[in-house]
């Protein structure tokens, strides 16, 4: 089992920063790509960015070049840096992490609202 917890979601006004970090604890030798996912109200949850265990990273076009996504094997973390934050990124943002044999661990979520 693996376990994943979420902090650094808040409030902040459109244009400025945020980071989020994802604790991972438990059998993590088995996880590989790790990311962040994110589900606005009333919409499906939708990939936010991926990195693998190598460090390749994969981004929705909507933040490319605003968000980096970077991780810390040694201290089991993953993180979510956030630029030039915009209204439509507020959401309920989640760690994941791929299970070996299919399937996805979760994190409770962090709330990240953006005020215009």
Sequence with gaps: QVQLVES???LVQAGGSLR????A???????NPMGWYRQAPGKQ???VATITRRGST????????RFTISRDSAKN???LQMNALKPEDTAVYYCDAEKPF????????TQVT???
């Design 8 to 10: 650094g979601g808040g």
């Design 20 to 23: 989020l970090s994802c604790a």
């Design 25 to 31: 604890s438990g059998s993590i030798f088995s996880i």
């Design 45 to 47: 949850r939708e990939l």
């Design 58 to 65: 994969n981004y929705a076009d909507s933040v490319k070049g």
């Design 77 to 79: 973390m993953v993180y």
């Design 102 to 109: 299919g399937g996805d661990y979760w994190g409770q979520g």
């Design 114 to 116: 953006v005020s215009s």
